[in-house]
């Protein structure tokens, strides 16, 4: 199983990105998928998540409305569309798999929003 997220970068306050995800190596439309983020000295905190079909989407309080998750099974990939960006969004951003009882995760990739 691997996970590779890309869309990072710098970003100004207030403006969007997209993060995508790509999954090879399992049945990608089986597995629910996540959304995470990191920032130095604090633990990861789940964002978002989003069912095999992708008819099922769960969010945390910290993003909801502002960030949605989809994903396109023939693609195979996840998307994080991040809306209204703070500087408090700033983190390494991770996908993730909780694939037939095992816990996969990718690279992340940096996101930083200035003010």
């Known amino acids: 199983v691997q996970l590779q997220a890309s869309g990072g970068g710098l970003v100004r306050t207030g403006k969007s990105v997209r993060l995508s995800c790509k999954g090879s190596?399992?049945?990608?439309?089986?597995?629910?998928l996540g959304w995470f983020r990191q920032v130095p000295g604090k633990e990861r905190e789940g964002l978002a998540c989003?069912?095999?079909?992708?008819?099922?989407?769960y969010y945390s309080d910290s993003v909801k409305g502002r960030f949605t998750v989809s994903r396109d099974n023939v693609k195979k990939t996840v998307y994080l569309e991040m809306n209204n960006l703070r500087p408090e969004d700033t983190a390494v951003y991770y996908c993730?798999?909780?694939?037939?009882?095992?816990?996969?995760w990718g690279p992340g990739t940096q996101v930083t929003v200035s003010s």
């Open positions: 993730n798999s909780p694939y037939r009882g095992l816990n996969y």
């Open positions: 190596g399992f049945r990608f439309g089986e597995a629910a």
């Open positions: 989003i069912s095999g079909g992708g008819s099922v989407a």
